[in-house]
């Protein structure tokens, strides 16, 4: 059984960094969908960005290209959301997520692509 531990939260002023860790426990397989997702207060949980676990493929929402960037690591069984240039709109609970089916950019951004949610971690992002 996976299961995954978000770190790396916090405050920040704008135009700051972060750097959120995701920790996988258990056994992952290539093919699985990594996904960072966030969601603000009375908004939707929408993606930040994707990740086939094997590397190759990333894939980023529109507000966020150019300034995050997602990363793993294989020995540590990690996944990472570089935030860069941080704005007050990037204020909300970051979630990571896996999805065992696989990974694909034309359903990255789906929350039913994931099947394994991580607790979230709070950032925020002071003017």
């Known amino acids: 059984q996976v299961q995954l531990v978000e770190s790396g939260g916090g405050l920040v002023q704008a135009g700051g960094s972060l750097r959120l860790s995701c920790a996988a426990s258990?056994?992952?397989?290539?093919?699985?969908?990594m996904g960072w997702f966030r969601q603000a207060p009375g908004k939707e949980r929408e993606v930040v960005a994707g990740?086939?676990?094997?590397?190759?493929?990333?894939d980023y929402a529109d507000s966020v290209k150019g300034r995050f960037t997602v990363s793993r690591d294989n020995i540590k069984n990690t996944v990472y959301l570089q935030m860069n240039s941080l704005k007050p709109e990037d204020t909300a609970v970051y979630y990571c997520?896996?999805?065992?089916?696989?990974?694909?950019?034309?359903?990255?951004?789906?929350?039913?692509?994931?099947?394994?949610w991580g607790q979230g971690t709070q950032v925020t992002v002071s003017s």
């Open positions: 990740i086939r676990w094997s590397g190759g493929s990333t």
């Open positions: 997520a896996v999805g065992r089916l696989g990974y694909a950019s034309s359903s990255y951004h789906y929350p039913t692509t994931y099947d394994l």
């Open positions: 258990g056994r992952t397989f290539s093919n699985y969908a």
